[in-house]
C-alpha cells in the first residue's frame, strides 16, 4: 500500500479519535488520562496524514471526493454525538432491565411488600472498608431497596476504623463486614445487625426489625415427629443424616418462636400457640391427645400436619380430619410423567386456585415432594362451616401406588390421575366459646421429607411451606415469593471493574467498528 493511502487510512483514525476524546472524558471514563491518550494519539496520526498527503491537499480541496469526505466525518461526528445523548438520557432516567433468567436484579415481591409496609424510615449502615471488594455489591442491592422506598429506606457506609463511636454502640465485632439497621431516633430507636449480606438476609433483617412481636409456633412431638434440634437420619441413605435446621433458621427470621410441645395424656394446647404443628408422626394419636386438637381447632385454632407416607395418624385423628373435610389415602404416590427421575419423586406445578399456591402458581414454581401420601377432599361429614380446597395435586398421570417396588405401575383398583397433595380447610368461630380467633386454619400436606435441609433449597418447595405458614396464621403479607438464593448467580465486581467494562463496552467497542468501517471505506476509495 502506498505512503498515501495509508496516511489517509491513519488520518482517518486519528480525526476519529480526536472528535472521540470528549466523548470518553464526560461520559463514558471520566478519566483525564485517557482523554489526553486519544487526543494526543488522534493529532499524531492527522498530522501523519499530513505528512504524506502534504503535495495533494491542494488537489483535494477542489475534488468532488471532498465533499464525500467531509460529508463521511460529519456523520462520524453526529454518530458520537448520539451515542453521548443515549448514554445521557439513560443515565438520567436511570431505566433498568433485568434479562436475568432467575432475575437476579429484581427485588422479590417479598421484599417490596416488605419495603411499601415499613411504618417509618429505616437507616441501613454498612461498616466496610472503602477498598473492600464486597462494597459496590453491597451498594447496589441498597440501592435497589432505596429506588423501591426513596422515602422509607436509606443507607450510608461507614468505615468500622474511622467510627469507633458507632462500632462500640452496635457492639460490632472487627473485621467483619456488619450491616446495621436502624428505626426511630433516641431512646426509641431499635436496632439488628447481620454479617452474611443477601436480599433474604437483607429482608428477613428488617421483618425482625419492625415486627411488634414472634408468632408462636409449637411443634407437637411424641409421635416420632422429625425433631427440631436433633439431626435426622435420612430416609433409605444409610449413614447419611440432615436436620430440620434450615426450616427453623426460616421461621425465626420471619418472626415465628418455634417451640416443641407433648400433648400426652391430653394435655390441651398452650393459649399462646399462634400455630400446632405435627412434621411427620409416624404412630397414632391416642383419643385423649385428639380430643385437645378438637378443641383447639374448634375454638379458632391453626394447625399445619406434614403427614409421613409409612405412618399412621390412627383412627381418632383420620375422623378429626374428616370432620375438616380431609382424608388420607393408602400407599405412595407415584407420577409416570412428572417426576425428578424416579415416579415417587413428585414434581408438580398443578395449583389450586387457593390464596397460599396463587403466587406459586403465577410464577410456575415447581414443587418437589420425595415421597408423598395422597389425600381426599370429602364433601360430606363435615363440621358446620368447613370450607376444604385443593391447594397442589399431581399431573394427570398420577397414581397411587399400593405396593411400592423398583418398576411402579398402576395396578387394578389403585387410584389414578390428579391426586391431591396439598389441603387448606377453614371453619369460622366468632361464636365458638373460649375462642382463640375468629377463623380455625388446618393445612394438609401430603409429604413432611420437603422440610429437611436437603430438600429447603428448593425455591419452590421453601415458598409453599412458608405461605402455609403465612396463611395459617393469617399473616397475608407472609404469603409471597421469597427472595431466591443468588449467591451462585451473581458475580461481585469492584467500581474499578465496572469502570472498565463500561469504557469497553460505551467507548472501545463502538469506536473500533467505526474506525474498522471508516478504513475499508476509504481502502476502497483509493484503489
Do not use: C
Amino acid at each position: 500500500m502506498k505512503a498515501a493511502n495509508l496516511g489517509r487510512i491513519l488520518g482517518g483514525l486519528g480525526l476519529l479519535l480526536l472528535l472521540s476524546s470528549p466523548f470518553t472524558l464526560f461520559v463514558t471514563s471520566g478519566s483525564t488520562a485517557l482523554f489526553v491518550i486519544k487526543a494526543v494519539l488522534g493529532l499524531v496520526l492527522v498530522a501523519v496524514y499530513f505528512a504524506t498527503n502534504f503535495q495533494r491537499l491542494g488537489q483535494f480541496a477542489s475534488r468532488r471526493s471532498s465533499f464525500f469526505f467531509g460529508s463521511s466525518a460529519l456523520m462520524v461526528l453526529l454518530a458520537l454525538l448520539g451515542l453521548g445523548a443515549i448514554n445521557y438520557i439513560a443515565h438520567a432516567r436511570n431505566q433498568r432491565w433485568d434479562l436475568t433468567e432467575r432475575k437476579v436484579f429484581t427485588l422479590s415481591p417479598q421484599t417490596v411488600s416488605v419495603l411499601q409496609g415499613l411504618r417509618e424510615p429505616v437507616r441501613a449502615l454498612a461498616f466496610i472498608a472503602p477498598q473492600h471488594p464486597a462494597r459496590e455489591a453491597l451498594r447496589a442491592t441498597f440501592e435497589r431497596y432505596r429506588i423501591e422506598a426513596p422515602e422509607r429506606f436509606s443507607y450510608a457506609f461507614e468505615d468500622p476504623q474511622r467510627r469507633p463511636d458507632l462500632t462500640k454502640k452496635y457492639s460490632l465485632s472487627g473485621g467483619q463486614t456488619t450491616v446495621v439497621l436502624v428505626r426511630g431516633e433516641g431512646a426509641n430507636e431499635a436496632h439488628t445487625s447481620l454479617n452474611v449480606i443477601s436480599e433474604q438476609d437483607l429482608t428477613n433483617a428488617l421483618l425482625q426489625l419492625t415486627q411488634a412481636g414472634n408468632q408462636r409456633v409449637y411443634f407437637v412431638t411424641g409421635h416420632g415427629e422429625w425433631p427440631l434440634e436433633r439431626e435426622i437420619p435420612r430416609p433409605g441413605q444409610q449413614g447419611r443424616t440432615t436436620s430440620l435446621s434450615e426450616l427453623r433458621r426460616q421461621l425465626t427470621q420471619e418472626g415465628y418462636a418455634p417451640r416443641e410441645l407433648n400433648l400426652g395424656g391430653g394435655m390441651p394446647v398452650p393459649r399462646d400457640a399462634a400455630l400446632l404443628v405435627v412434621a411427620g408422626a409416624k404412630a397414632p394419636f391416642n383419643p385423649p391427645e385428639v380430643e385437645s386438637l378438637r378443641e383447639y381447632l374448634a375454638a379458632g385454632g391453626r394447625m399445619i400436619y406434614f403427614a409421613e407416607v409409612y405412618g399412621e395418624p390412627g383412627p381418632e385423628l383420620r375422623k378429626l380430619f374428616a370432620e375438616y373435610g380431609v382424608g388420607f389415602d393408602p400407599g405412595v404416590v407415584a407420577d409416570a410423567q412428572f417426576n425428578g427421575g424416579s415416579p415417587y419423586l413428585i414434581v408438580s406445578l398443578f395449583f389450586g386456585e387457593h390464596e397460599i399456591s396463587r403466587l406459586l402458581r403465577q410464577r410456575q414454581l415447581n414443587i418437589e415432594l420425595p415421597t408423598a401420601r395422597g389425600l381426599t377432599v370429602l364433601g360430606e361429614g363435615l363440621a358446620p362451616g368447613v370450607r376444604v380446597e385443593s391447594v397442589l395435586r399431581t399431573s394427570p398421570y398420577g397414581w397411587e401406588e399400593s405396593t411400592p417396588d423398583e418398576n411402579p405401575a398402576p395396578g387394578e383398583g389403585e387410584r389414578t390421575g390428579q391426586i391431591p397433595l396439598v389441603t387448606a380447610s377453614s371453619r369460622a368461630t366468632a361464636d365458638a366459646g373460649n375462642k382463640r380467633f375468629d377463623e380455625s386454619r388446618l393445612v394438609v400436606v401430603g409429604d413432611s421429607e420437603l422440610l429437611f435441609d436437603s430438600n429447603w433449597g428448593h425455591e419452590g418447595n421453601r415458598n409453599l411451606v412458608m405461605n402455609a405458614f403465612g396463611w395459617a396464621t393469617h399473616q397475608s403479607d407472609k404469603v409471597t415469593i421469597r427472595p431466591p438464593d443468588r449467591a451462585t448467580s451473581s458475580l461481585t465486581l469492584d467500581a474499578a471493574l465496572l469502570g472498565r467494562i463500561r469504557f469497553l463496552a460505551t467507548d472501545v467497542l463502538p469506536l473500533s467498528l467505526l474506525g474498522v468501517g471508516l478504513a475499508i471505506w476509504l481502502s476502497r476509495r483509493n484503489k
